[in-house]
């Protein structure tokens, strides 16, 4: 079973920084496109960042500028660096990897827990 460790969330005032974090481990071949998405209670799951295994990466308007996605494939690691928060990007933060496992022939979606980010004014 694949197990995606996040860390990093908390509590931060506007305009303050936070880097949340997403360890994948398992019997893992290798893992495809990794992102974050984040939830706000009443509103859709939001797709905010995600990053190809070559670094090609794409942002939902609403963070470009000031949030950059990053990993380290040696270490199966994603990285969300966020600055200059916003109280809107408060939200539930949720990383995810399209992973290949050990011994399959196709890869599957894989999710975090979540990890609460809250912005206060």
């Known amino acids: 079973q694949v197990q995606l460790v996040e860390s990093g969330g908390g509590l931060v005032q506007a305009g303050g920084s936070l880097r949340l974090s997403c360890a994948a481990s398992g019997v893992i071949l290798s893992i495809n496109a990794m992102g974050w998405y984040r939830q706000v209670p009443g509103k859709q799951r939001e797709l905010v960042a995600q990053i190809t295994r070559g670094g090609s990466t794409n942002y939902v308007d609403s963070v470009k500028g000031r949030f950059t996605i990053s990993r380290d494939n040696a270490k199966n690691t994603m990285y969300l660096q966020m600055n200059s928060l916003k109280p809107e990007d408060t939200a539930v933060y949720y990383c995810?990897?399209?992973?290949?496992?050990?011994?399959?022939?196709?890869?599957?979606?894989?999710w975090g827990q979540g990890t609460q980010v809250t912005v206060s004014s």
């Open positions: 995810t990897a399209d992973i290949l496992l050990y011994g399959s022939g196709q890869s599957r979606d894989f």
